[in-house]
């Protein structure tokens, strides 16, 4: 671990506690308003480095000031070790910096972490993307149940979309806790049109593809693998094979199932391109460079429709129905689902003229206000808490 402790302040601090790529790109829009009032408050930021290498490019991308580094991930460690290595880590940190409020981020294993010792130091817990639901605790796994259990843990929800505020009404959630604000994704969206500027990696991929409808490929949830990874797989090589106008590029994920699987069913195709993992900046600007959209990601279902494009989701449910009811996402469960997807765009079809359902690229602010405004008002002595 390394970093430093700052002495308490007067002014309250807010802990905001991240770990992987997802989480980094969702917060930098929180931290950054955050970072606008230094004489309110201080901001502390904490990394379990459950993503470690893939977040350090990130947190650079978005300038964000991380405070403390752990290193709670090791190679081949299950779930349940690295959510204790977490836990026995932030209960550390929280102890020595007495926060007033610890900010966690969606669905992942540190988020779960940090909300569960934020709990049993009596620290409140403000939860970004709170509420998003598919109401099947096994998918997706395991971020379905971690973000029900983190809404539990949770004093104040940030949720992105009103169906998210209506799902934890439903679930008993105070309604004075909850907060309207948009997603900070559209916020980053935003951030990354400004920075942007594609590396010499995708300048030769965009090369290699030029004058073909460019379709943007991602898979790696782990309840698709097996038949129906290698399933999908083998129907977009179909699709390319029967329509010449077509390439597809698909930043492969490092997890050795995918690669191997698509090194058996898209090797040496010449309009199957793959690739590693882009950078951030890259990955937006070949999305926006893309026609089409095929993923089972969650964090590309609020992308595809800030940045106007159709996506065809590779999974059965979705806690992000406000894209497919906008008409931006399809479902597409099964392989023969993703063929009858891909045949229907094919035959073209108009983008909806709507607005965006995640929000306007103000959520970090909205954010920061309800913490300045109403919630650290109201907060506790945190040397009372630590007594």
């Known amino acids: 671990m390394t970093g430093f402790a700052p002495s308490k302040p007067s002014k309250p601090i807010v802990l905001t506690i991240l770990g992987t790529r997802p989480e980094v790109i969702k917060l930098a829009p929180v931290i950054r308003q955050l970072d606008l009032y230094p004489d309110e ?27 403390h580094h752990l290193e709670c991930m090791t190679a081949g460690q299950p779930l ?44 409140p817990v403000g939860h970004v993307e709170a509420g998003l639901r598919t109401n099947n605790p096994m998918a997706p796994f395991p971020e379905e149940m971690n973000r029900r259990l983190v809404s539990r843990l949770t004093n104040w929800h940030f949720a992105p979309t ?72 083998r129907v977009i090589r179909e699709f390319i094979d029967a329509n010449p106008e077509y390439c597809v590029v698909f930043p492969v994920h490092p997890n050795p199932v995918v690669r191997q699987a698509t090194k058996d069913i898209f090797d040496a195709h010449p309009r199957l391109v793959c690739c590693d993992p882009m950078t951030y900046p890259d990955f937006v600007t070949l999305m926006g460079e893309s026609c089409l959209l095929v993923s089972d990601s969650g964090g590309i279902q609020e ?85």
Do not use: W
């Open 162 to 233: 009103r169906r998210n505020v209506e799902n934890l009404l439903d679930e008993g959630v105070e309604p004075g806790t909850i907060f309207h604000t948009g997603n900070p994704i559209v916020d980053a969206l935003q951030y990354i049109g400004l920075v942007g500027a594609p590396t010499p990696a995708l300048r030769g991929v965009l090369e290699q593809t030029s004058g073909y409808r460019r379709i943007t490929l991602t898979t790696h949830r782990r309840e698709s693998f097996g038949d129906v990874l290698e399933g999908n797989l």
């Open 41 to 67: 408050l201080t901001s502390v930021v904490v990394s379990t480095g459950q993503h470690r290498d893939l977040i350090r490019p990130m947190v650079e991308l978005f300038k964000i000031r991380v405070n």
């Open 80 to 123: 349940s070790r690295l959510l204790a290595r977490c836990l026995e880590s932030l209960d550390t940190i929280i102890a020595e910096i007495k926060p007033d409020l610890i900010l966690v981020q969606g669905d992942t294993t540190t988020a779960l972490a940090g909300a569960q010792a934020a709990f049993h130091r009596g620290i």
């Open 303 to 387: 992308e595809a429709p800030s940045l106007r494009k159709p996506v065809i989701v590779m999974r059965e449910q979705t806690e992000r129905p406000e894209a497919v009811e906008s008409g931006f996402a399809m479902l597409a469960p099964t392989p023969d689902d993703l063929r009858e997807a891909l045949r229907r765009f094919a035959l073209g079809s108009a983008l909806p003229d709507c607005d965006n359902p995640f929000g306007a690229g103000d959520a970090g602010q909205q954010i920061v206000f309800a913490i300045r405004d109403q919630i650290l008002r109201t907060r506790p002595v945190a040397d009372e808490v630590f007594a």
